[in-house]
């Protein structure tokens, strides 16, 4: 591949060899080490191809051999540049294509996030748009190490960044902190308990750190205490003396019921479709659409396909140019009723699809009491979804006073 560019920039042509010694000829072209190639005979005589650096030196061999070199055709940038020398107009629009892309090599096309879960793309490129930093920005205006410091500082989720920049693009790599996701400890020197977030059934308490306050079993309610960061210091006696405090630490869960309610109307607008399909082609830049053809596709009912296409050079190097492609797929509205198997079904596809959002949440499904009704117009389910899930938020823990010492009164000793 890199050959044939390189021939193409010199430049070759295809010659044809005729005369009194041919084979004389290509002999003395090996011993002065001049390359040709695709060497092809044709009765008597040879065609070939050599480059026209390499052409320019045959001249002494062919009156030495008595040979006739006819170039049949030229290939490559030099005879292309001469064919066309007189058309300046082409060249200095060339040359002003040229210019453009130098142009737009200097901003910032395409933005590529790669790592991220729970922070979803958009809040990224919201984020660099409040910070000047999004599409269209001059490459020289960003510091990938102060951008990468910015981040870890904007996502508390966020203990990892990478940005790089290559040709127009700008890649940001995201690490997350998703095995602390549920509530990072406190650090900020004071002490904590971990107290319940909702009313539940101690499932499993495994404690690490504070005085746990409960066991498996134990029925508790939004906001009591679960493990106390507060240690009791006992002295010989069994008095409390002092107290130490302490950030709780434990691994806490509890079986917990989540109330589910879903409604939807058996009647709804079924869309039919026709079989008639119309596109519509556009190209943007900075905002602006150029639509091809321009006319609307005249269906009055149409759902519509978009798929964008962003023009690049190479796998870096983006330009602020996309190719836009809109399907139009016609249908007619007709007035649907639900079977009460089909409303069964979708309420059912309702569930699944909450008890799906409840397992991103790192919640276990333990029981489904979920009854499907259906009346003339509406289909309902309600019911109740028992779960284990942790149920530990932190609270700061009360300070109290060290209980003054018992000083005991003196046995015998005759005050009268």
Same mark, same amino acid.
């Given at each position: 591949m890199l050959l044939s560019i390189i021939k193409f920039f010199r430049g070759f042509v295809c010659v044809r060899l005729s005369g009194y010694a041919p084979e004389r000829f290509l002999n003395l072209c090996g011993n002065r080490d001049i390359v040709i190639w695709n060497l092809e005979r044709d009765g008597d005589d040879y065609e070939f191809y050599i480059s026209v650096q390499a052409f320019r030196t045959l001249r002494p061999i062919a009156k030495k051999t008595r040979t006739k070199l006819v170039v049949k055709k030229r290939f490559g940038f030099p005879f292309w540049?001469?064919?066309?020398?007189r058309r300046k107009l082409f060249f200095g629009g060339i040359l002003l294509f040229f210019l453009i892309l130098i142009l737009l090599s200097q901003f910032i096309w395409n933005i590529e996030i790669n790592g991220n879960s729970y922070i979803t793309d958009e809040t990224v490129l919201a984020y660099l748009k409040e910070q000047d930093l999004s599409f269209g920005t001059p490459k020289k205006k960003i510091d990938a190490e102060k951008l990468e410091e910015s981040f870890r500082m904007a996502f508390d989720d966020v203990i990892w960044t990478s940005v790089k920049i290559s040709g127009t693009k700008m890649t940001i790599d995201l690490q997350e902190n998703i095995k602390n996701k549920e509530r990072e400890r406190p650090n900020d020197g004071k002490a904590y308990d971990i107290i319940a977030e909702k009313d539940a059934v101690i499932d499993t308490v495994i404690t690490r750190q504070g005085?746990?306050?409960?066991?498996a079993g134990t029925q508790v309610k939004k906001g009591d205490v679960l493990i106390l960061g507060r240690l009791e210091i006992l002295g010989d006696g069994g008095e409390v003396t002092n107290y130490q405090y302490c950030v709780s630490d434990?691994?806490?869960?509890?079986?917990t019921t989540y109330p589910y309610e879903d409604s939807f109307p058996l009647?709804? @607008? /079924?869309?039919?479709?026709t079989g008639?399909?119309?596109?519509?082609?556009?190209?943007?830049?900075?905002g602006y659409y150029l639509f091809i053809p321009s006319l609307s596709h005249g269906y009055e009912h149409a759902e519509k396909y978009t798929s964008e296409y962003q023009i690049h050079i190479c796998s870096d190097f983006y330009l602020p140019f996309y190719f836009e492609t809109n399907e139009y797929r016609e249908y007619v509205p007709e007035d649907g009723i639900y079977k009460e198997s089909e409303a069964k079904e979708l309420a059912a596809s309702h569930l699944l699809t909450y008890l799906e959002k409840l397992r991103e949440k790192d919640v276990q499904i333990i029981q489904k009491n979920v009854m499907i009704e259906i009346d @003339? /117009?509406?289909?309902?389910?309600?019911?109740n979804i028992t779960v284990k899930e942790k149920i530990g938020t932190y609270a700061p823990t009360e300070v109290l006073a060290v209980p003054a010492p018992e000083i005991p009164a003196d046995e015998g000793i005759n005050t009268q």
């Open positions: 540049l001469h064919r066309y020398r005085a746990p306050q409960i066991t434990a691994d806490i869960t509890g079986v009647a709804y @607008e /079924k869309k039919v479709p008639n399909v119309k596109k519509q082609y556009a190209i943007s830049a900075f @003339e /117009k509406n289909c309902r389910a309600s019911g």
